[in-house]
């Protein structure tokens, strides 16, 4: 993952540091020097320090912005690395050995702003709570989301706790007969009703058993394509009224990049989300998914899932994911 996208800042590196005499211009500057700095002082600038014009900074990065355009960034998080490189760059007398050092450090925080939220230990937050703690998973068909759910599972009972899963994905017959394997393999209980059946009242069903049996949570499986289909949209609504869950878990397919992003602000706008799930982020060779869904929802990454096994899944750490952009 990010392989693409750590060329592209990279790339960005490179046409700002390495070729300074080639890629500025350097603008003679019109005000006079005071005296007291001296012919040695002023000569001295002039080799070692160089500056940088709007119009010069617009050209360089016209084309960079294209390549993450390609790279599944978002328009918002363009602007934003634009903005902050434009306010480090532009108009101020740099040396010219540190350009390199300026323009990577200021990638790097930029990087880092664009991940408003961190993310909280949800295994803390679930311990935190009397009786079960009610996750409702969110995402469209084909993303993912029931296989997320398994190792969300795997993930919970490797920390000791004790999760039950409800296959209130009624829309599909496949989706529970999938969730009973899942929880077949994982020796987790599951509370599932017939095909077309209400999914409400198998979320109710399960927060019912999981308080009889004592659990610690509660993994809720949803109808997805709720963006095309108004009675899924509304049975999603109906299945958040009814199980008042504490946290909404949207899941999405990295590679499909800015899709991803559209459908977590759906989701948002519908019924309102608390953190994502990237998933197949281990065949991912853009990284722009990441680097904008957070930044343009607001909310934070939770895992990132990859591979097919239960473990294929990881907590989001934004260090790691600026040490995979080369920095």
């Not at 006079?32 to 070692?48: D, L, S």
């Not at 355009?69 to 490189?85: F, G, H, S, T, Y």
């Amino acid at each position: 993952m990010f392989n693409s996208l750590k060329d592209k800042f990279k790339g960005i590196v490179k046409k700002f540091s390495e070729e300074p005499e080639k890629a500025m211009i350097v603008e003679k500057e019109e005000e006079k020097k005071e005296e007291k700095e001296g012919i040695v002082k002023r000569v001295k600038q002039a080799i070692t320090t160089t500056k940088v014009s709007d119009k010069q900074f617009e050209d360089m990065f016209w084309d960079l912005e294209m390549g993450l355009l390609e790279n599944n960034l978002a328009v918002e998080v363009i602007e934003k690395i634009k903005d902050n490189l434009k306010v480090d760059l532009v108009d101020n007398p740099i040396e010219k050995s540190k350009i390199k050092t300026i323009v990577e450090k200021s990638l790097k925080e930029t990087v880092k702003e664009l991940f408003q939220e961190e993310p909280k230990d949800l295994v803390e937050e679930i311990k935190k709570k009397e009786g079960p703690y009610i996750i409702l998973f969110l995402g469209v068909n084909g993303s993912g989301k029931t296989t997320t759910i398994a190792k969300v599972a795997k993930y919970l009972q490797t920390n000791n706790l004790k999760p039950v899963l409800a296959a209130s994905d009624t829309f599909r017959a496949a989706a529970i007969d999938q969730l009973q394997h899942h929880a077949e393999a994982l020796n987790i209980p599951i509370v599932k009703h017939d095909y077309g059946s209400d999914p409400a009242a198998v979320a109710f069903d399960a927060i019912k058993y999981a308080k009889a049996k004592d659990a610690d949570v509660v993994l809720i499986d949803t109808a997805g394509r709720m963006h095309s289909n108004i009675n899924l949209l509304d049975e999603l609504k109906k299945v958040t009224r009814v199980s008042n869950p504490d946290f909404n878990m949207f899941v999405g397919e990295s590679i499909t990049g800015n899709d991803c992003v559209e459908q977590a602000k759906r989701f948002e706008e519908a019924v309102g989300i608390n953190g994502i799930v990237l998933t197949k982020t281990d065949v991912d060779n853009k990284g722009g998914a990441a680097v904008s869904i957070s930044y343009i929802t607001g909310k934070p990454i939770y895992f990132l899932g990859y591979g097919q096994e239960y473990g294929d899944i990881e907590k989001f750490n934004v260090e790691k994911l600026i040490g995979n952009l080369g920095w």
